[in-house]
């Protein structure tokens, strides 16, 4: 399984940035995705995940309202999409997958939790 993520950038404070991520796994719906973010000096922390039908999404408390997570399985790719950005949303995101057998109501939020990770696409936000 290779994750490709895109779409990261520079953007004012108050401005939208959408972020892809498509994986070369077989079977797309197989897979739990997330969305984590690491900021210099800090840890790598969760902002959201969708489950493998994409009816179950979850949020960081910090993008709950700003941010919407979806996928398109016919395309085997996830999206963030990122609105009302703010300079504290600086940082390298990263897409994750998760391997799943059955498609469940669990959410996912740890970094240990994921199988297979992306190479980061870097989000600066300007004040």
């Known amino acids: 399984v290779q994750l490709q993520a895109s779409g990261g950038g520079l953007v004012q404070a108050g401005g939208s940035l959408r972020l892809s991520c498509a994986n070369s796994g077989r079977t797309f719906r197989g897979y739990v995705m997330g969305w984590f973010r690491q900021a210099p000096g800090k840890e790598r922390e969760f902002v959201a995940t969708?489950?493998?039908?994409?009816?179950?999404?979850s949020y960081a408390d910090s993008v709950m309202g700003r941010f919407t997570i979806s996928r398109d399985n016919a395309k085997s790719s996830a999206y963030l999409q990122m609105d009302s950005l703010k300079p504290e949303d600086t940082a390298v995101y990263y897409c994750?997958?998760?391997?799943?057998?059955?498609?469940?109501?669990?959410?996912?939020?740890?970094?240990?939790?994921?199988?297979?990770w992306g190479q980061g696409t870097q989000v600066t936000v300007s004040s």
């Open positions: 994750a997958a998760k391997a799943i057998y059955i498609d469940d109501t669990t959410v996912y939020i740890k970094t240990s939790q994921y199988d297979y």
């Open positions: 969708i489950s493998g039908s994409g009816s179950i999404t």
